[in-house]
């Protein structure tokens, strides 16, 4: 018999395995990947009549299919070969999440084992790229921020499983390292991600405000404060100052981020409910071709923005949702706030148990919202991965929650039972 679990499994082990060479070598494993899961959630459902097990995958599906055809209906930004690619663009971080939450893969023993040696393996080759000339990052990571991605989501993977041996001495270690080489990247939001992580696997705990000192709670407190304070010289940099030493208005159009940031507020304004379309702005695929929403908006000639020179259009992920209005940016809301509900009945339930659980969703659902500031890490290989293991944690949190059900018809076949 065909275990698709098994499968699901297997997948989850290589995706990781070639984080890092899909950023020179195998560029296509993301969308190869997400395409194995959808075959094979449409043979579960073919095969075993699984459909209602995949609702939030049609849902999503539907969703983005609409927008497709709205997009090349009713909006003429792009030709339709460039929004059927943003339509996949868009589709990946949501298929594996989908997929894993309705399959529920449990990994082995042996899966876990391999998992952390992979981790490994990839913190070292991050660690060498660090220490080598920087033309080595370039032609292995691409870009020195991805070594710390890939450091945080390997320091994430060895404590999700180590399960009960995660405070071992020897855990502690090697799960504190990856995380600390991370910081050579210098990277203001890694700072952040690094804290976050670090509190969510050693610190927190379900009861950690209750009965606290009033030091302990400055101190939680001051540590948002302090992420903030790391990053303002980033922050200054891409949206007020540039280069000079005090805000100046006329240098904003100097820079790609804060342009796309301010644009796509305007379409969000401008084209209501629905946005300006697939393939339209701020995405790979708004490109090539290039879109005329950039003229326009009269952005294309903005240095990186332009068609001779497209390199920073798809430079953070948020500026993309104005192709799906303010509708779409509910829809994204509401899927993060789906997601921190599943993760919150799982700590409900036990504590003790599913705390790591927790903890390593946590880490994920706050790595993505941070990275999208600045990157498209979400629509990437590395950002699918996460969203395996956010499916396979968020899985728990069903499986839960049908357990209870499942219990509480039981209890109220029982009353009735007793009642006659």
Request: aromatic share 16%; net charge positive; hydrophobic share 50%.
């Amino acid at each position: 018999m065909l275990r698709i679990d098994r499968i699901c499994s297997i997948l989850f082990i290589i995706a990781f395995a070639l984080i890092i060479p899909s950023v020179k070598l195998a560029t296509f494993i993301d969308e190869l990947i997400a395409g194995l899961l959808g075959t094979v959630a449409i043979a579960d459902c073919l095969f075993n009549n699984a459909w209602r097990r995949y609702t939030l995958l049609w849902v999503i599906i539907a969703i983005m299919t609409f927008y497709a055809g709205y997009s090349i209906i009713f909006l003429h930004y792009n030709t339709p070969a460039a929004i059927l690619s943003d339509w996949i663009i868009q589709l990946k971080p949501y298929v594996p999440f989908a997929v894993f939450l309705a399959i529920r893969p449990v990994l082995s023993g042996e899966d876990k084992q391999w998992l952390r040696i992979i981790a490994i393996v990839n913190a070292v080759i991050c660690l060498i790229s660090f220490i080598l000339p920087m033309s080595f990052m370039t032609q292995v990571m691409g870009h020195v921020y991805f070594a710390g991605i890939v450091l945080l989501l390997s320091a994430t993977i060895y404590a999700y499983t180590s399960g009960i041996t995660l405070r071992y001495p020897r855990n502690v270690i090697v799960i504190v390292g990856m995380l600390a080489t991370g910081l050579l990247c210098g990277r203001s939001k890694y700072f952040g991600e690094f804290v976050v992580a670090v509190f969510f696997l050693f610190f927190y705990t379900r009861t950690l405000y209750k009965g606290m000192t009033w030091q302990r709670r400055i101190i939680i407190f001051t540590i948002p404060l302090l992420i903030f304070a790391v990053g303002w010289s980033k922050f200054s940099y891409y949206f007020l100052t540039g280069e000079s030493a005090t805000y100046d208005p006329s240098v904003i159009e100097s820079y790609a981020r804060p342009v796309l940031y301010a644009t796509g507020a305007l379409i969000l304004i401008n084209k209501l409910p629905f946005g300006s379309g697939l393939a339209s702005f701020a995405s790979w695929s708004s490109t090539d071709p290039y879109s005329s929403l950039y003229h326009e908006y009269r952005i294309s000639s903005v240095y990186g923005l332009s068609p001779a020179n497209p390199t920073f259009i798809c430079d953070a992920f948020y500026p993309s949702l104005a192709q799906f209005g303010i509708i779409g940016v509910i829809l994204f809301t509401a899927f993060w706030i789906y997601v921190i509900r599943l993760l919150k009945k799982l700590i409900r339930s036990n504590p003790v148990e599913n705390r790591l659980y927790f903890a390593c969703g946590w880490i994920i659902v706050i790595t993505i919202l941070i990275e999208s500031i600045a990157s498209t890490t979400f629509v990437q290989t590395a950002g699918m991965w996460a969203m395996m293991l956010l499916g396979i944690i968020c899985a728990k949190a069903e499986s839960i929650e049908e357990s209870l059900t499942i219990k509480d018809v039981d209890n109220e076949k029982q009353r009735v039972l007793q009642r006659n």
